[in-house]
DNA sequence: CATCGATGATCAATCGTTTGCGCAACTGGA
DNA sequence: TCCAGTTGCGCAAACGATTGATCATCGATG
């Protein structure tokens, strides 16, 4: 048994020869011998389970955050646990015992928009290490992706495209990543010199609903936009759907971009010109960045720089006039 | 530490008083003792842990199908571990280990659509508790949605509609939930006596690409069909798709209602009529028959009959000539 | 007073792996 | 021949929870 477990752990300090090790690999599949998971996790204080909470699962962007986070995971020989559901999110009885009990050795944390970060540290409390992604809290290290560039990407298309009036439909006001947008567009249209209006912003949230609820106040104004930005592309399939109701044709009255591409925007109604986000480069980043933590590693925030945003054109964007 | 444990594991059996029992649970509470995961796995032979296997999370059907299994496992003091890569799925080295080390306690697997059921059997060997869905594998318990009642339900719609050609775009035949939405399907063609030409029948998957390929296939008959099921939302996608690329309109050239909803069938162009199927109560399903096979159960197979399947009519489909 | 049942406290064995350590055997070099 | 290094083997302690069993105490009853 100790020389099965010098071997199959892989320790370089075992007294034994090569040829050794092989048969004892050998003899391991032959039997199909596994160690014990439990007894294992009990000896090491480890499971080699990296816990991912969400908000939310229906959200169009989720896909490609959990492909990442599950591929880093098991590169670095663990598995990733799943958590949605009421009760597994911070404050809940299930989070509690997740944390409690040892059985992740941390977790990927995305918070749920517009939640308080001081709110949030102290619910958590710091029991296991963390990473959160779209928006740090106290005491945490956080990943998040270059919200500011990906608007101003955006802003420098409609520009280009001859829009002067353009819209934000910007997350909920407290939101860091919602914030981060914000600044992006601001920037770009100061720096492109167009018409800055502080009417052209709301701040109604990520939803599909708010997305609609942005469009209506944005063409009520006395000289709505003929470009709109929109925060994230699940707002802008919402957008697309005010516009229609409200006798808006897409992209000729209204051109539309949405932060973050998702494959739910080539087949939009019409298809969404998007900046897509490095969002599987997040969940491997998040990852990685809880690695660092669980070796002992300062508390740290971090973008993902690479793959920069990039412009999708599909066909919610015309130049103006056309 | 005896009382301590017998009292968190709600140990009906322990000569403890009820009073002692409450003052053991504040104590625990008041020091934030949780009992070690650990420990109590090794001791148990139980992680109360549900993992579950999916081909793929980008699918718009996804997230209902975890929503269910999450839900599930949550409500019975388990959490679910997911797994998507390539080397979770059964065949890779992390599924050996999972079973092989006792990781999980039971695992819902969504196979491969065209994976053969014996060879799967004999790659996952039956070294775990074990439910399918979709498609059952000898040897384990499955549950099923009432794939021919989807497109049966589809069918009347059209032909209430007045459509007498009605094309099927199905999955690979291979496919045993393929086969039951054609059975649905050939079964309403000939209770509505509709035209039953073979040639309407088509095999190419559930992916996007395949939907524009059959859709490509059905208008190039001699007398291409006025309305069509496609037995996928994802394949329904393409098939809008490659009805504009062939200049068809949607829906006064075709009627297309697809089997499965999903938020994402709303935004289409045009929003797409579906039949909406019970894939979160799948979900539940699912590992409720798995807690049934972990307690020494006889394999089953099961239906998910309730909600049945339920029309939502958009704007894909339209009364024939209108 | 003696007996019985309920209850609290305590102990030890078990679950399976890991790992430090000691002993023994073998090999090569001085 | 002696010494040192390498390697194989085996042992025991540790990790933390669970649970059967034993002993002691208390209260109620005959």
């Given at each position: 048994?100790?020389?099965?477990?010098?071997?199959?752990?892989?320790?370089?300090a075992a007294r034994?020869?090569?040829?050794?090790?092989?048969?004892?690999?050998?003899?391991?599949?032959?039997?199909?011998?596994?160690?014990?998971?439990?007894g294992r996790a009990l000896k090491l204080a480890r499971t080699d389970v990296i816990a991912l909470i969400v908000p939310d699962v229906t959200n169009a962007?989720?896909?490609?955050?959990?492909?990442?986070?599950?591929?880093?995971?098991?590169?670095?020989?663990?598995?990733?646990?799943?958590?949605?559901?009421?009760?597994?999110?911070?404050?809940?009885?299930?989070?509690?015992?997740?944390?409690?009990?040892?059985r992740v050795d941390g977790i990927?944390?995305?918070?749920?928009d517009g939640t308080d970060p001081a709110e949030l540290a102290e619910t958590v409390g710091m029991r296991a290490p963390l990473v959160t992604i779209h928006q740090p809290i106290p005491g945490a290290s956080s990943v998040v992706v270059p919200d500011a560039l990906a608007t101003r990407t955006a802003v420098e298309h409609l520009a280009s495209a001859g829009h002067r009036r353009i819209g934000f439909a910007g997350g909920l006001a407290a939101s860091p990543s919602a914030r981060r947008r914000a600044e992006g567009f601001r920037e770009a249209v100061a720096r492109a010199g167009l018409d800055d209006d502080p009417a052209l912003m709301t701040w109604r949230g990520y939803q599909e609903g708010d997305g609609r609820a942005a469009v209506a106040e944005l063409l009520a104004l006395p000289e709505p936009p003929t470009g709109l930005v929109v925060a994230n592309v699940n707002a802008a399939v919402g957008?697309?759907?005010?516009?229609?109701?409200?006798?808006?044709?897409?992209?000729?009255?209204?051109?539309?971009v949405a932060v973050h591409d998702a494959k739910t925007a080539e087949h939009t109604w019409p298809p969404?010109?998007?900046?897509?986000?490095?969002?599987?480069?997040?969940?491997?980043?998040?990852?990685?960045?809880?690695?660092?933590?669980?070796?002992?590693g300062p508390v740290e925030r971090r973008a993902v720089e690479s793959p920069p945003p990039e412009l999708v054109v599909r066909e919610s964007t015309a130049v103006r006039g056309s």
């Open positions: 048994m100790s020389a099965v477990s010098r071997v199959l752990s892989g320790d370089p034994l020869s090569e040829a050794t090790r092989e048969r004892v690999r050998q003899a391991a599949v032959e039997v199909g011998y596994h160690p014990n998971f439990a962007l989720f896909s490609m955050l959990v492909q990442g986070v599950e591929d880093e995971a098991v590169a670095r020989g663990c598995v990733m646990l799943l958590a949605r559901s009421e009760d597994m999110q911070p404050g809940g009885t299930m989070f509690d015992r997740l944390v409690g009990e040892g990927v944390l995305q918070p749920r957008a697309l759907a005010q516009a229609r109701t409200q006798g808006r044709a897409v992209p000729e009255d209204l051109s539309v969404l010109t998007c900046v897509r986000m490095p969002l599987y480069e997040l969940g491997r980043a998040a990852v990685a960045a809880l690695f660092d933590v669980i070796a002992g």
